[in-house]
């Protein structure tokens, strides 16, 4: 079934992640979640901070993408993220303590806290947490 | 005739610059290793983004964009890449001068500089530094270039530059870089060539052609600017190795000749003595 599958290519500005055939991709656009298999007509969409789940028949990988876009085409599907990592590449403790601490921020009512980026931090730390949780 | 003495002062004081000369050559050579490596990550980001940005603007005609749009100019930025340190032969000052080339007239440009080079440069020609970052050239990280891209973006918006501009160096081989100027903003879609066209005009774009470019064209020029700070820092790099090499040869071209002088002085010495030596005994007389 290999004219079945769709090419993924998975790009941060410091490494390519991922770049293999896959039958199906779905990710966290930023008005919803789209899945792409192969032959998808051509799409240019934003990304959202969410999961990407890389399916090959019973096999399912998952990665974290932080923003950024995708591109389908005939050559296949191209995802352009700022930072994009693997559930084993995660640091567990770390982002526990990096939900805390935003919540902490989030909840202090401080004047110079920057909220949005205190958010932004929030939401990183929840998504690392989910992808290590299953 | 200088004195032995004097000589082999010389010759030890020669002989521990070529060791450190040595030294760094090896540092850089094995940064430029790494450096590398990272060069070569990075380029697949940036020709990506590019080909969106292609993609998008070449295939819905007519599409407009602030980003885009062409005024007239009055105002310049430039942004100038250069490193912390010198010993790097002729690296940063072929840069500089490729960035103060697109000044013609220093009251209307405003210079963002990466470096203590570029800035000191700058300085020295009294042109006008909105900012300046030192400690980061040599080894770039993405949220500088993010930094830096937002603030020239900014430039951009409110009209304090009407063109912005970039200069880096670039990469050929370790051997040989160039010196670079490129215009960042606004984005010049026409160099960015057109690839499959077909593709093009069936794109769907979410959520809309507006969108996905006021999201894109920010990406672009940040990885523009971090592209060309990583290729910058190999070229550094590189420089300092081809200089260090050279001064290493050449310290070992001065300890032979220098070592030379010193085996005549040294036979000089033992042939007068033996001369004193045989006039005082009085064989001869």
């Known amino acids: 079934m290999a004219e079945n599958k769709v090419r993924l290519r998975i790009v941060t500005p410091v490494r390519e992640l991922y770049d293999k055939d896959t039958e199906m991709v779905i990710m966290r656009s930023s008005i919803g979640d789209v899945g792409i298999l192969h032959g998808h007509q051509p799409l240019t969409t934003t990304l959202d901070y969410g999961l990407l789940r890389i399916i090959n028949g019973d096999e399912e990988i998952k990665a974290t993408v932080f923003g950024g876009f995708a591109s389908v085409d005939s050559r296949g599907i191209t995802i352009l993220s700022d930072a994009a990592e693997w ?22 009512n401080d ?3 920057d909220i949005v980026r205190a958010e932004l931090a929030l939401r990183r730390a929840l998504l690392r947490l989910e992808a290590k949780g299953k | 005739m200088a004195s032995m003495r004097d000589i082999k002062r010389r010759i030890k004081s020669v002989n521990s610059t070529q060791q450190i000369t040595k030294a760094m050559n090896l540092v850089a050579s094995s940064k430029l290793t790494r450096a590398k490596n990272r060069l070569m990550d990075t380029r697949p980001f940036f020709q990506e983004t590019r080909k969106v940005i292609a993609g998008i603007v070449n295939g819905s005609k007519g599409i407009s964009h602030p980003y885009l749009e062409k005024r007239k100019v009055n105002k310049k930025a430039v942004i100038l890449i250069t490193g912390d340190r010198g010993l790097c032969g002729g690296y940063n000052a072929n840069v500089s001068k490729a960035a103060f080339s697109c000044i013609d007239n220093k009251e209307n440009v405003s210079a963002i500089t990466i470096g203590s080079k570029g800035r000191e440069f ?3 020609r009294g042109v006008n530094i909105i900012q300046s970052y030192t400690g980061i050239s040599e080894n770039p990280d ?6 830096i891209g937002r603030l020239a973006l900014d430039l951009f918006i409110k009209e ?3 063109e912005v501009y970039l200069a880096y160096t670039e ?5 040989s870089s160039e010196p670079k100027l490129i215009k960042v903003l606004p984005v010049d879609v026409s160099e960015f060539g057109n690839e499959d066209a077909d593709d093009q005009a069936l794109t769907i774009y979410e959520p809309d052609e507006e969108a996905v470019l006021e999201y894109v064209i920010p990406k672009y020029v940040n990885t523009v600017i971090f592209g060309a700070m990583v290729e910058s820092a190999v070229c550094e790099l590189g420089a300092r190795m081809t200089a260090m090499d050279s001064a290493t040869e050449n310290a070992s071209e001065m300890i032979d000749s220098l070592n030379l002088l010193y085996n005549r002085a040294r036979q000089g010495a033992i042939t007068q003595e033996i001369t004193e030596i045989v006039g005082g005994s009085g064989i001869y007389d």
């Open chain 2, 171 to 175: 990469f050929i081989s370790t051997l």
């Open chain 1, 87 to 108: 559930p084993d590449e995660i640091d567990e403790k770390r982002a526990i303590a990096a939900k805390e601490r935003a919540e902490k921020r989030i909840k202090s």
């Open chain 2, 160 to 162: 304090e530059a009407d």
């Open chain 2, 142 to 147: 993405y949220s500088d270039a993010l930094k």
């Open chain 2, 122 to 124: 700058f300085k020295r």
């Open chain 1, 111 to 113: 004047e110079s806290v």
